[in-house]
Structures are given as structure tokens and as C-alpha cells.
């Protein structure tokens, strides 16, 4: 079982993960099995877009740091597909130079690539010769490595039109935090002023109806009670002390009027007029 076990992690395989017992086969089959299972043609194995992205997949995991030609570094990736052939897959390095054939197996849906047994390849995918010389490099690899040089400019320039934006945008949003707490301030300072205010004005009207509740109960001092909020104070204040005044003028009136005694003197014209103290004054204005 132990070789049986190793036999499975050798093509990268889990035994729980398998659809089939091992238990019921010898290591020699199992070990054609999986063979089986590996092969680009099986029926284990994935579709050819499948398998493509798959491998795409594992050459994009494997890069490295280098410079361009402003000399910042970006991570590259060493490997790129250009085709499969024969159950080799044929990839090009970063250079866009050397063309390499690399086996692979297929567990499942992983796929694995071994670069430690690559062939140098030349560009019409058979093994390279001696005497192979740059002159089978076809007119579409160039095209390709132009491609991608525009390529990497284009995404050079991208992620500094990104950076500067980035920038710029964290300065309005702190611009925007900025204006958004001072106008929070300014609303709270204002809401503060007006309840002070508010409570103000409500005092001096206090006071102002206090020194006045003498008035308590008339229709036009009540009237002006009321409507106290369409005055300013000093306004208030007047309207209020015409109303007292009226109030005051009549109050007296009607007092003086109370406050009269008439007492009537009647004097006979035969009164003798050294007998009335007051002489002849009340016989003369009683005419």
C-alpha cells in the first residue's frame, strides 16, 4: 500500500479524490492506469481549451523580477504557450527568442509541466538541430514580440495614468472629508447659535411680560402675546407700553370721576349778603 501510496503522489493524485479502489489493483496496474489518466488523448483527461488554460494557468505562475528600460522593476513571466504537439507543450521564454519543448502531465484537472526535461525547440515545433539558426524564427514570432513590447508600454503607462489618478483622488477625497467636517462644525455652531438665541429672545419676552402682568386678561395686551414673535423686542416693548398707557389714562378717568363730591348751595336772593361766607360767588357764576 506504502508503494502504491507513493506511486499516486508521484502523479500528484490523492486517494480519496480518486474514483476507483486502489486496493483492488496491483501496483503494475495501477500504475498503467494512471499512466492512462495522464495522457493528453485520454478520457480522463480535460478538453484541449481546458488543457490550454490549464497550462496557461501554471505558465503565469512562474515569473520573476526584472527591469524595463527606465529601470523599475515589474515581475515577468518566464514562460509563454505557443502550442501543443505530440503531447509536448511548446512554450517561448521571456526573450521571445528560445522556443523549448516541455512534458506535462494531466491528474485530474491539474496539469503538470516538467522544465527539468525541456528540448530547445525551433519555431516549425520539431526539436532543434545543429545548425538551426535564428532563421526559423517566422514572421508571426515577430509580430508577437512587437505585440507585446506595445503591450508592456501600454501597461507601463496604464498603471502611471492609474498611480496619478489614485493620487489625485485621495487629495479630493480628503479635500471632500475636510469640507464635509468643517460643514458639520459650521451646521452644529449654527444650530448652537439659534437655540441660544432662541433662548434669549425667550427671556427678554419673560421679563417684558412679568413688567406687565398687570395687563394679564386685557384683549389687546393678550392679543400682542400672541403674536409676540412677529416684534422685534424693542417693538415688543412699545406695543406693550401704548396698551398700559391706554390702560392707565382710562383707569385714571374713571377715578378723578369717582373722586368728584358736588354739594349743592342754594342762596335766596333775599339772603342777606353779609350773612354768606363766600360773598356774592356762587350767586353770580349760578346765573
Keep these: 500500500m506504502d508503494e502504491k501510496l507513493e506511486l499516486l503522489k508521484k502523479y500528484n493524485l490523492e486517494k480519496d479524490k480518486l474514483d476507483f479502489s486502489i486496493d483492488d489493483l496491483s501496483l503494475e496496474d495501477l500504475e498503467i492506469k494512471l499512466k492512462e489518466m495522464s495522457k493528453p488523448d485520454s478520457s480522463f483527461s480535460l478538453s484541449n481549451n481546458q488543457l490550454e488554460d490549464e497550462i496557461r494557468k501554471v505558465l503565469r505562475g512562474m515569473t520573476t523580477i526584472t527591469h524595463d528600460y527606465w529601470g523599475d522593476a515589474y515581475e515577468q513571466q518566464l514562460w509563454y504557450f505557443r502550442d501543443i504537439k505530440d503531447g509536448i507543450v511548446i512554450v517561448i521564454d521571456s526573450d521571445w527568442s528560445n522556443y523549448y519543448g516541455v512534458p506535462y502531465t494531466v491528474s485530474g484537472d491539474n496539469v503538470t509541466l516538467d522544465f527539468d526535461n525541456k528540448v530547445p525547440y525551433v519555431a516549425d515545433w520539431r526539436p532543434k538541430q545543429e545548425g538551426d539558426t535564428a532563421s526559423n524564427f517566422v514572421k508571426e514570432e515577430v509580430e508577437a514580440i512587437v505585440k507585446y513590447t506595445a503591450e508592456k508600454a501600454k501597461e507601463k503607462f496604464e498603471i502611471e495614468k492609474n498611480d496619478a489618478v489614485k493620487v489625485v483622488q485621495d487629495k479630493l477625497d480628503e479635500a471632500s472629508k475636510d469640507f464635509t467636517t468643517l460643514k458639520t462644525e459650521n451646521e452644529e455652531l449654527k444650530e448652537f447659535k439659534n437655540t441660544r438665541l432662541s433662548e434669549i429672545r425667550q427671556e427678554q419676552e419673560n421679563e417684558l411680560f412679568t413688567k406687565f402682568s398687570k395687563l394679564?386678561?386685557?384683549?389687546?395686551?393678550?392679543?400682542?402675546?400672541?403674536?409676540?414673535?412677529?416684534?422685534?423686542?424693542?417693538?415688543?416693548?412699545?406695543?406693550i407700553a401704548v396698551v398700559y398707557a391706554r390702560k392707565t389714562v382710562t383707569f385714571s378717568s374713571k377715578s378723578k370721576e369717582k373722586s368728584t363730591i358736588k354739594v349743592p348751595v342754594d342762596f335766596s336772593k333775599d339772603e342777606k349778603k353779609g350773612e354768606n361766607p363766600y360773598g356774592d360767588v356762587f350767586i353770580k357764576y349760578k346765573k
Design 216 to 239: 394679564d386678561g386685557d384683549e389687546d395686551y393678550e392679543t400682542i402675546k400672541t403674536n409676540a414673535k412677529n416684534y422685534s423686542i424693542e417693538d415688543l416693548e412699545k406695543e
